[in-house]
């Protein structure tokens, strides 16, 4: 292990400024909408605090992508037309786009990639639980899938450091790339990544889906199935040629999240041959 990149790695994620922040207003409906008693009038109210939020959100309830085909010019209007967890779908487009939306070099993914990659995991992630008829928890894997590897944006630096030698790890002991990163640095990006939505104040079960989704049997039993629907996403999506960066070579789909799910191999092929269309799909809020 590299004790001095750990330090650095320390010192990056105990100081809170240098951590990637979000609008105040996020995190705010991000926990209201874990109460089931909240109105669509205390929600729309939070939003237009925010004129930034609210044009953008707008802008997004007209797209191809989350429009019902009748214009929405409103947010009390978008809360009715859309739903409150739909809006809450598109504030979590909006405040995680500026954040993954650049260079990951030492992942090796151009500006852009880690953001398309987000949105694809998300989509994606949506689709399965709609699937497994998880109607109830699609919002939250919806977010997780687009934030799950959000700590690569803190960590890529240092893993451009140690690459190689987590490369090395990754071939001698036959581990996975998030393991090496570990064995090498003293940290995941995963743990990162967890470290990141404990600052932004995010629910528990998106702060697991983000430390677990590569090891999704170490999840918190209760948050297993939205871990197993993230992993499986993003699995997809690499193999898929979605997102891979310098570690995309080194994931392997867990035969944990397939049974924690009840995935078919009719259902696995199905996913696969619908990744052109999700692409096309979250083209139009890129």
Partial sequence: MHSHIKQRIEST??????????????????????????????????????????????????????????????????????????VTNIVMVITAKPVLDKFVIGYDLGKGELWKQGLLVGSLSKKIAMLKNRKDIADVVFTGGIIHNVGKTVLAIFVQNTYNDILNEVQENNVTFHEAEKSIMGYSHQEISEKILEKWNFPLVLRAVVRYYSDP??????????????????????????????DGLFHQLSSFAINELKISNTELEDLFAHIPEVVKQVQDIQ
Avoid at 52 to 70: E, P, Q
């Fill in 217 to 246: 049997e170490n999840a918190p039993e209760n948050f297993r199935a939205e871990v197993s629907i993230v992993h499986l996403a993003s699995t997809i999506s690499l193999m898929a040629g979605i997102g891979v960066g310098s």
């Fill in 13 to 86: 994620i105990n100081n809170i400024a240098a951590l990637p922040t979000i609008p105040e207003v996020a995190t705010k409906i991000l926990n209201m909408v874990n109460n089931p008693d909240v109105s669509f009038k205390a929600i729309a109210e939070e939003i237009s605090k925010d004129q930034a939020m609210t044009t953008n959100i707008l802008k997004l309830c007209n797209s191809a992508y989350f429009s019902k085909g009748k214009e929405i010019t409103s947010i009390d209007r978008a809360v009715v037309t859309l739903g409150i967890k739909e």
